[in-house]
């Protein structure tokens, strides 16, 4: 499974309020990224990272940010969460040894009320 | 920009009937092309994944996909399906050189019946 912890997998929060997923990973690969996945859409790109500090916007990136201080690490902020933020958020790493594809997390299910 | 468009949303099939899931992309560029498969409650895991060479491949269960760059299609397909291969498959494609974004397409569900 590539060494992908999600956390939390479950949350429900109230609008306005500013929440954190974190997504760790045990071995270090450079490329970091989090999806959204929502039916009818499938999953779409919020940001993603290819190093410590060096991070890029993806396709739904408004109203989220993230932080990678630790190569391991790679946190997403929702700053003020809104009801259309309801969604399951996905972790993916891509390793380094060349190989093209992602690898997933479980995923954590957030809703906002 | 890239687009991945899977034409059915949802399949269902009989148990041991064959079934094909279409998979139509549009890239200006060389692409990497992917099947993923999600079971209920569950991450994604990859399926499949066309790089180079050979336009067919395999998967460990009996999944095929062949990539037709004239047709621009990457059709998943297996020749008799199981009760267990009921879940969501979403194919998807990254630009060669690139950060390795992926970009799906939304779905479809494939529902095995006894």
């Known amino acids: 499974d590539a060494g992908i912890t999600q956390s939390p997998r479950h949350k429900v929060t109230e609008t306005g309020t500013p929440v954190t997923l974190r997504c760790h990973q045990t071995?270090?690969?450079?490329?970091m990224y989090w999806y959204r996945q929502d039916p009818g859409h499938g999953l779409r790109l919020i940001h993603y990272?290819?190093?410590?500090?060096?991070?890029d916007k993806g396709e739904v990136s408004d109203g989220y940010s993230v932080s990678r201080s630790k190569t391991e690490d790679f946190l997403l902020t929702l700053e003020s969460a809104t009801s259309s933020q309801t969604s399951v958020y996905f972790c993916?790493?891509?390793?380094?040894?060349?190989?093209?594809?992602?690898?997933f997390g479980q995923g954590t299910r957030l809703t906002v009320v | 920009a890239q687009s991945v468009t899977q034409l059915d949303s949802q399949v269902p099939v009989f148990e041991e009937a064959p079934v094909e899931l279409r998979c139509n992309y549009s890239?200006?560029?060389?692409?990497?092309l992917f099947w993923y498969v999600q079971y209920p409650n569950q991450g994604l895991q990859l399926l499949l994944k066309?790089?180079?060479?050979?336009?067919l491949v395999e998967s460990i269960n009996g999944f095929e996909a062949e990539f037709n760059k004239s047709q621009t299609s990457f059709h998943l397909r297996k020749p008799s399906v199981h009760i267990s291969d009921t879940a969501e498959y979403f194919c998807?494609?990254?630009?060669?050189?690139?950060?390795?974004?992926?970009?799906f397409g939304k779905g479809t569900k494939l529902s095995v019946k006894p």
């Open positions: 993916a790493i891509r390793l380094d040894t060349g190989i093209t594809e992602a690898f």
């Open positions: 071995e270090n690969h450079r490329y």
């Open positions: 990272s290819y190093g410590v500090k060096d991070t």
């Open positions: 890239s200006s560029v060389s692409v990497y």
């Open positions: 066309y790089l180079s060479g050979s336009t």
């Open positions: 998807a494609v990254s630009e060669r050189g690139s950060q390795g974004n992926l970009i």
